[in-house]
């Protein structure tokens, strides 16, 4: 059974504090990894997609890292608004499209 | 592109009562999913249509829930005689047809059950 966990819970930084979240995760096969952002009482909003280990891809201070059992999300110099949570999931594969496997999140908030 | 749009964002019912989301994907968006998150959690995947067809359910998605995408456009999710544990976000996504493009999310509705 698809597993993914993100660690830490829960981060607080300091404005400019560079720092990594981790998504470890356990499919037979991978076919895709998705970062997104969540805002509270928002729905998540799609960050990256990754498909193999060593592929990178970066947004603004966002830079996402795929190896063949975890992912990395690194956040540098942040600021305020980006605390947030930030979710990570796998694809399953179904018979006419794929479902998102998600992780419970890591909720970072970035203090001034 | 005016985003998936969900109604309502809130509903508060009692137990044993009857409710129904809306959903309105993304325009030209062929796929639709449904999610559901608990607090704390990440979403857990519900069912997908691809046009009108339903073609993917979870095992999560019990006999008192049905879900409908009759013209192949919007979409609703009923859940009927609420139970405690049905108290949750519920989360509507969109992707358009082809490969693994990102399914986009609305803001969901959040279902209280009293």
């Known amino acids: 059974e698809d597993q993914v966990t993100q660690s830490p819970e829960a981060l607080r930084l300091q404005e400019g504090e560079s720092s990594s979240l981790n998504c470890s995760y356990t499919v037979s096969g991978l076919r895709g990894l998705f970062w997104y952002r969540q805002d509270p009482g928002k729905g998540p909003e799609f960050l990256f997609t990754l498909y193999s280990a060593g592929e990178e891809k970066e947004k603004e201070r966002l830079k996402a890292t795929l190896t063949k059992k975890e992912s990395f999300l690194h956040i540098t110099a942040p600021k305020p608004e980006d605390s947030a949570t930030y979710l990570c999931a796998v694809v399953h594969l179904m018979d006419s499209s794929y479902k998102l496997i998600f992780g419970s999140g890591t909720r970072l908030l970035v203090r001034p | 592109d005016t985003g998936v749009s969900q109604d309502p964002r809130h509903k508060i019912t009692k137990r044993g009562q009857n409710v129904t989301f809306r959903c309105d994907p993304i325009s030209e968006h062929n796929r639709l999913y449904w999610y559901r998150q608990t607090l704390g959690q990440g979403p857990e995947f519900l069912t997908y249509?691809?046009?009108?067809?339903?073609?993917?359910k979870s095992r999560l998605l019990s006999d008192r829930f049905s879900a409908e995408r009759p013209k192949g456009s919007f979409s609703t999710l009923e859940i009927q005689r609420t139970e405690q544990g049905d108290s949750a976000m519920y989360l509507c996504a969109s992707s358009p047809l082809g490969g693994m493009e990102p399914q986009h999310f609305g803001d969901g509705t959040r279902l209280s059950i009293l």
């Open positions: 249509f691809q046009n009108e067809a339903q073609l993917e």
